[in-house]
């Protein structure tokens, strides 16, 4: 079964890090990049960028430099997405999300369930 | 970058309707439109690929128009299942944003 699944929600206090992890299962992990997209609470989302996983390369949206760090484990078919020195704006359901090409363009197929980070002290 | 403009929030519609939402690029996107349907405290699920393009699995009712800026989401008769947010997304360059959303609710 092709499905992401994200690891669980998480409560932490500003200034705090998180590292919300995404496994990859019945697909070749390493031939689709994986998009990262924030959604705070009643909002819209914010594309925050992608990573390659054949390469690892990541690239941030303009917003999202700095703090947070994507990452890999191929050998276990995960991405990561660390956030570090929290603050409560951070608040919001982070969602990781496969790319895939297909009629000449980009989209994202499959997404995880989505894990909520909140920010409070 | 690209701003999406999705003009109606919300919507209220009753099963069996024709419904329409309109997305607006602020430059061409030639065809890279996504949209993306979302339930209340679920993930998005990927309707339509390069503006007009059905994912496999999802419904014929669904169908997707539009080139350049402007894009329509379309919804034959509308089932209960089908209250939800939509969402259309560019995919033409990065960063990839998104816009709104429209809310259909039952009326």
């Known amino acids: 079964q092709v499905q992401l699944v994200q690891s669980g929600s998480e409560l932490k206090k500003p200034g705090a890090s998180v590292k919300v992890s995404c496994k990859a299962s019945?697909?070749?992990?390493?031939?689709?990049?994986i998009n990262w997209v924030r959604q705070a609470p009643g909002q819209g989302f914010e594309w925050m960028g992608w990573i390659n996983t054949n390469t690892g390369n990541p690239t941030y949206a303009q917003g999202f430099t700095g703090r947070f760090v994507f990452s890999l484990d191929t050998s276990v078919n995960t991405a990561y997405l660390q956030v570090s020195s929290l603050k409560a704006e951070d608040t919001a359901v982070y969602f990781c999300?496969?790319?895939?090409?297909?009629?000449?363009?980009?989209?994202?197929?499959?997404w995880g369930q989505g894990t909520l980070v909140t920010v409070s002290s | 970058d690209i701003q999406m403009t999705q003009s109606t929030s919300s919507l209220s519609a009753s099963v069996g309707d024709r419904v329409t939402i309109t997305c607006r690029a602020s430059?061409?996107?030639?065809?890279?439109l996504n949209w993306y349907q979302q339930k209340p405290g679920k993930a998005p699920e990927l309707l339509i690929y390069a503006a007009s393009s059905l994912q496999s699995g999802v419904p014929s009712r669904f169908s997707g128009s539009g080139s350049g800026t402007e894009f329509t989401l379309t919804i034959s008769n509308l089932q209960p299942e089908d209250f939800a947010t939509y969402y259309c997304q560019q995919s033409y360059n990065i960063p990839r944003t998104f816009g709104h959303g429209t809310r259909v609710e039952i009326k």
């Open positions: 019945g697909y070749s992990f390493t031939s689709y990049a």
């Open positions: 999300a496969k790319e895939v090409v297909a009629a000449g363009g980009k989209n994202l197929q499959l």
């Open positions: 430059q061409s996107i030639n065809i890279w």
